[in-house]
């Protein structure tokens, strides 16, 4: 309609007005939008008391090793230098991260042992109540089909890891980075 080349720049202007028309005539998204990431600053305040109890977490041995590696798969991506969605695309760019770090984060919670979260909640002096409800905001903020999506990852993770250790990969990988004039 008005993208073309051709176009008068009249006919572009009046396309521009009327999109804007449009989306200011959704009243409540921006403000639910607002009120939803607003809903995640009482859980941000208290990160880095959260991110004690991951590393707390993380050297427990009683933590499973599959969900460690999930974490640090999440931890990869947001350090990789590509993205599913470049970080220069407005907004969108910066939200698959922020969706990554956050199912990253929920899984490794999600496949510790209760016992082990309590005790760890109690040694860092961080109330369940708490936690429990900056768990629940975070969890509702991840879309359901996302959530059941990903959900599935650490059995994959483990049948991987099973199919390695039954191939003996494991040592056989260690052995060529090991090895000298290896590139890795």
């Given at each position: 309609m008005a993208r073309g080349r051709n176009v008068p720049e009249e006919v572009r202007r009046d396309a521009m007005t009327e999109r804007r028309k449009k989306r200011r005539g959704m009243p409540g998204a921006t403000l639910n939008r607002f009120l939803a990431m607003a809903a995640l600053l009482p859980a941000?305040?208290?990160?880095?008391?959260?991110?004690?109890?991951?590393?707390a977490l993380i050297r427990d041995e009683r933590v499973p090793a599959s969900?460690?590696?999930?974490?640090g798969g999440a931890l990869a991506y947001l350090v990789a230098p590509f993205d599913v969605i470049p970080d220069n695309v407005p907004m969108l760019g910066v939200f698959d991260d922020l969706v990554v770090a956050v199912l990253?984060?929920?899984?490794?919670?999600?496949g510790v042992p209760d016992a082990?979260?309590?005790?760890?909640?109690?040694?860092?002096?961080?109330?369940?109540?708490?936690?429990?409800?900056?768990?629940?905001?975070?969890?509702r903020l991840t879309p359901?089909?996302?959530r059941r999506l990903v959900r599935r990852l650490p059995l994959a993770v483990d049948?991987?890891?099973d199919a390695a250790r039954a191939t003996g990969l494991g040592?056989?990988?260690?052995?060529?980075?090991?090895?000298?004039?290896?590139?890795?």
């Open positions: 941000a305040g208290r990160a880095p008391v959260y991110a004690r109890l991951v590393w969900r460690k590696a999930l974490l990253g984060v929920d899984l490794f919670f999600d082990v979260i309590d005790e760890k909640l109690q040694d860092l002096g961080i109330d369940r109540a708490a936690f429990d409800r900056d768990l629940g905001q975070i969890r359901r089909p996302v049948i991987a890891a040592p056989r990988v260690r052995a060529w980075i090991n090895k000298e004039g290896s590139f890795a």
